[in-house]
Each structure stands twice: as structure tokens, then as C-alpha cells.
């Protein structure tokens, strides 16, 4: 029978960050499975790619204050291109409380020791966003080091470098069983055979709570579809332009290639595994972002380029990271909301801190355990595209 110190179950960005992270503290005898014939199926492969520090509770500004400066150094460090660019996040206020909510997020983000941050004027909107449609916009604000990445490209630095150092990836394993015995967890039985160890992650991203439950945990991870809407070639939108969040609708948009990659989370949509993309939502979609930037009515869209893909959602948006109380060798990292690729560096030293060492002081991970659902301490993240 196979053994391994560490199985991780999943081998999209975050699981190949995990092992990255464990190769990188000594341990390397670490097996990655991945149900499918090819890494970054699932939702990484289909991730907007957005990083960004601007973020309403101190847990999560400190992730992204790992995870930023790991990107920009990530091609030097990896020998592989994160695709980092810098060119930020512009959050646009149009109600007073849009305002105050800004200025909240900016202290709490100043306090964790974010630097760049700006609070802007209407005219720095204006600037930053020519094509925006402003007679309504009362400020907002702007992170410089914000921006986005290619998480198939980080994920794949990720691996290549985990297995240069030993870890083994096993492709079409699919994960049928999690076994157990008295001192806690024991193996994985996979569709490759039963693996033997005493250190299971799970890291399934929006299948976490199918693969919790082979273990007889009960997560609170649902899959929630995102939809996204790539414009043709188009000119009237500068490609340095940053990710412009328009606050009174929740509509955002940012350069991809030669055209703008359309996003906006439809308040109707309900939890499943619904992998398809609804043409309807191309309308949705564009009657709101026409209404903040104009030029888009002149943009052209081809439905057949567009896609959906799963956040994996918990109840106060955070995700779940570290042991199961009660299943010893059983760690998690799930749940993060969208958040999970721009998150995925500071996931890695986080599991790998908790495995190695039994805690991580990069941030308070009892804020973050699977416990607090039942004691109900949840954490709510308000700050969710």
C-alpha cells in the first residue's frame, strides 16, 4: 500500500500551494490527487484572477498582505510567471454610506499595515476611470498594489516546484473514501487504490463538503455560480485600467487581452452545481454596466466566449482553515468565498504551519476554524464580488 506523510485532496491553486508551502518547511513526502486528467478544471481554471488588499475584517487584509508581495516575487522565487499586475482595484461610492463604508474598510486596512492605500475625490475617480459615468459619484478609493494574476500559471509554479522537491500528483484519483480508525484519520481510498497516512487536507474547492462528508464532517461549503462576460477586442477602456467595482450595483469589470472581462454577482442566483452558462445573464450583466461606463454599449460580446464558474461559499464568507476538532490528521481549506486564488499563497504557510508546527502566526486561526459554525463565532466578510 502507498504511504504518504500528507494527502491533499485537490490540486487546484490552493491545494498546489499547500504542497508548495510543505516542501518549503521540509516535508516532502506529500501526495496531491487530482480527480481529473488535467490540474485547474475545477475553479481555478475559471477564476476572474483578481487580488486585492481592500478588505473589511483584519483577517483577511493580512492573507492578502502575505499573499500580494508572494505574487510579485513569485516569478523570481518559482521560476514561473504568476502573471502578477499590479494595477489595482477602484472601488466607486455613490451613496453616503457607500462612503462611510470606505472609510471603515480604510482604517481597518491602515491598521493591519496596509501602505498604498488612497481614499479618493470624485475627481480622482474621474482620473483613475475616464470612461465612468460620475454625475452620482461621491468618492471612493483605490489600492495601487491590488490587481490581478493567472491562477492557471501560479497554480502550475506552484506544483512544478512542489514535485521538483518530491511531492507526488496523481491525476484521475478520484476520492472515494476517507478511512478511519481509533487514533483518527488513516487513509484515503481513491479510485487509484487505498493511500495510506495520518494527514488528510482537504482542499476540493466548491466539492469540499461532498469530500468532508467521506470523513463524516458536516462542512458548511456550498457551491454558488459566477458568470463572466468577455468583451471582443475593445478600445474605449484603457488595458492599464485597474478592477473598477461600481458600489451601487456591485458591477466590475477589468482589461483582459484586448478586451474588458465583464463581471457582476447576480443577487438571484441559488447554491448548486450549475457548471453552464445562462446566455440571459449577458443582458444582466451589460444593462448594468452600460449605466456606470457608457462605451460598453458600443462593446461586442460573444456569448460562446463566456463561462461559469463555483465560488465556494460559507455563512460569514471566510473560509475554513485547520484541524477538525474531534478527527485528528483531518485539516481543511475550503470555504473561501471567491477569495481562494488571490488568498492561495497565505492558505499554503497557513496548513503548512498548522501541520508542521500545530500553529501559524500569520494570522488568528481560531477565528477561522471549523468550530466556530457550531459556537456560532461566525466572521462576517462584507467586501464580497
Known sequence: MTSADVIIIGGGIVGSSIAYHLTEAGCRDVIVLERETHQ???STG???????????????????????????????????????????????ATRQSHLEYL???????VAAGLKA?????????????PELRTD????????????????????????????????QLLREAEVTGIARDAHGVCGVQTSQGLLSTRTVV??????????ARLAGVDLPVEPLRRMLVPTEPFEKISH??????????????????????????????????????????????????????????????????????????????HPVLGAVTGLPGFYLANGFSGHGVMHSPATGR??????????????DTSLLGFDRFAAGRLLHETAVL
Open 136 to 167: 452620482d459619484v461621491l468618492g471612493g478609493s483605490f489600492c495601487p498594489t491590488d490587481g490581478f494574476v493567472d491562477p492557471h500559471s501560479v497554480m502550475t509554479g506552484f506544483m512544478l516546484k512542489a514535485m521538483e522537491r518530491g511531492v
Open 40 to 42: 485547474g478544471k475545477g
Open 117 to 129: 492605500l488612497c481614499q479618493l475625490s470624485p475627481a480622482d475617480v474621474s482620473r483613475l476611470a
Open 46 to 92: 475559471k477564476s476572474m484572477g483578481g487580488v486585492r488588499a481592500q478588505f473589511s475584517t483584519q483577517v483577511n487584509i493580512r492573507m492578502s498582505l502575505y499573499s500580494i508581495p508572494f505574487f510579485a516575487a513569485f516569478d523570481e522565487v518559482m521560476g514561473h510567471p504568476s502573471g502578477y499586475r499590479p494595477q489595482g482595484y477602484l472601488f466607486v
Open 240 to 317: 492599464a485600467s485597474p478592477m473598477v467595482v461600481d458600489m451601487s450595483t456591485g458591477f466590475h469589470y477589468r482589461p483582459e487581452g484586448r478586451g474588458v472581462l465583464l463581471a457582476w454577482n447576480d443577487p438571484e442566483e441559488s447554491p448548486g452545481f450549475k457548471l453552464n452558462f445562462d446566455r440571459g445573464f449577458i443582458e444582466k450583466v451589460l444593462t448594468r454596466g452600460v449605466d456606470r461606463v457608457p462605451c460598453l454599449e458600443e462593446a461586442e460580446v460573444n456569448p460562446k466566449r463566456a463561462w461559469a464558474g463555483l465560488y465556494e461559499m460559507t455563512p460569514d464568507h
Open 350 to 363: 497557513i496548513l503548512a504551519d498548522l501541520i508542521l508546527k500545530g500553529s501559524c502566526d500569520l494570522v
Open 103 to 109: 472609510a471603515e474598510n480604510y482604517r481597518q486596512q
Open 202 to 211: 482537504n482542499a476540493a474547492g466548491a466539492w469540499a463538503g461532498q469530500v
